[in-house]
Nanobody, 117 residues
Framework: QVRLEESGGGWVQPGGSLRLHCGSS????????FAWYRQAPGKQRELVGT???????FLADPVAARFTISRDNAKNSADLQMDNLMPEDTGVYFC???????????WGPGTQVTVSS
């Protein structure tokens, strides 16, 4: 079992930056994939980006030019650096871990990000 917890959310003005951190407890395997999702009010949860232990990354088109995803394999953690934030980035951001080998997935409780002036 893996427990995930996000931190670093908050309020920021448009054009600002935030860095989200996902910490974990329990064993994280090298084949596990970290991901960040977000859910805006009244909308479905959507994928923001993913990162493997080898550094393979994916970022969704709306954020690819502004966000950076990283991972610390030694600390079993992942970060999401968000720059040039826009109001449409507002939502709850969730850390997710996919354990492909056992077809399991784990979610953090989420952290609120609000971008407004």
């Amino acid at each position: 079992q893996v427990r995930l917890e996000e931190s670093g959310g908050g309020w920021v003005q448009p054009g600002g930056s935030l860095r989200l951190h996902c910490g974990s407890s329990g064993t994280v395997f090298s084949g596990d994939i970290f991901a960040w999702y977000r859910q805006a009010p009244g909308k479905q949860r959507e994928l923001v980006g993913t990162i493997s232990s080898l550094g393979g990354r994916f970022l969704a088109d709306p954020v690819a030019a502004r966000f950076t995803i990283s991972r610390d394999n030694a600390k079993n953690s992942a970060d999401l650096q968000m720059d040039n934030l826009m109001p449409e980035d507002t939502g709850v951001y969730f850390c997710h871990l996919r354990r492909v080998s056992f077809n399991q997935e784990f979610w953090g409780p989420g952290t609120q990000v609000t971008v407004s002036s």
